[in-house]
């Protein structure tokens, strides 16, 4: 996750900011000061929230209310992927992952079978899967990630 790593990077970059520096006047502090304090409370606050991304549809060009272009709104719908999300939330796969991701999470789990993994991310992660006997239903992979069902994902379904 791109977001994740950003505030990784800033964290560190952070307590690098904490340390103390030495003000140009004396006392008073000056405009860099401030805005270093201001950078620290920021990632701070960033790293203690969890990000929720509200998507925004622009209704038409017109900029007029009440005034829905609806061929406009699916539109950017198909192209914001939320079409795509519906659809799968709808057939029951919640949970999505990059195969790559799951994999690095979940390779453990294959060690203790004496064949080797697959080298396509894909078949990895479908071998995984049928080792762990996990009903066929329950899970399918995509082109890049892999979907699973609540009762696979959380087993307390």
Not at 5 to 30: I, N, V, Y
Not at 36 to 58: F, G, I, M, S
Not at 108 to 126: G, H, N
């Given at each position: 996750?791109?977001?994740?790593?950003?505030?990784?990077?800033a964290?560190?970059?952070?307590?690098?900011?904490?340390?103390?520096?030495?003000?140009?006047?004396?006392?008073?502090?000056?405009?860099?000061?401030?805005?270093?304090?201001?950078?620290?409370?920021?990632v701070?606050?960033?790293?203690?929230t969890?990000?929720?991304?509200?998507?925004?549809?622009k209704?038409?060009?017109?900029?007029?209310?009440?005034?829905?272009?609806?061929?406009?709104?699916?539109?950017?719908?198909?192209?914001?992927?939320?079409?795509?999300?519906?659809r799968?939330?709808?057939?029951?796969f919640?949970?999505?992952?990059?195969?790559?991701?799951?994999?690095?999470?979940?390779?453990?789990?294959?060690?203790?079978?004496?064949?080797p993994l697959?080298?396509?991310?894909?078949?990895?992660?479908a071998?995984?899967?049928?080792?762990?006997?996990?009903?066929?239903?329950e899970?399918?992979?995509g082109?890049?990630?892999v979907?699973?069902?609540?009762?696979?994902?959380?087993?307390?379904?």
């Amino acid at each position: 996750d791109i977001l994740s790593r950003s505030l990784d990077m800033a964290r560190q970059q952070s307590t690098a900011l904490k340390e103390p520096t030495k003000s140009s006047t004396k006392g008073k502090p000056t405009v860099g000061d401030t805005f270093r304090q201001q950078l620290v409370a920021l990632v701070d606050v960033l790293a203690n929230t969890n990000p929720w991304y509200v998507r925004c549809l622009k209704p038409n060009h017109n900029k007029a209310a009440d005034d829905y272009d609806d061929e406009l709104i699916i539109t950017q719908l198909r192209y914001s992927g939320m079409l795509d999300i519906i659809r799968i939330r709808r057939e029951g796969f919640p949970v999505h992952v990059p195969a790559s991701t799951f994999l690095d999470k979940y390779r453990c789990l294959a060690s203790k079978d004496p064949k080797p993994l697959p080298k396509d991310e894909k078949q990895a992660a479908a071998y995984i899967l049928r080792s762990l006997k996990l009903p066929e239903t329950e899970w399918q992979i995509g082109k890049t990630k892999v979907f699973l069902r609540n009762t696979v994902f959380d087993p307390r379904f």
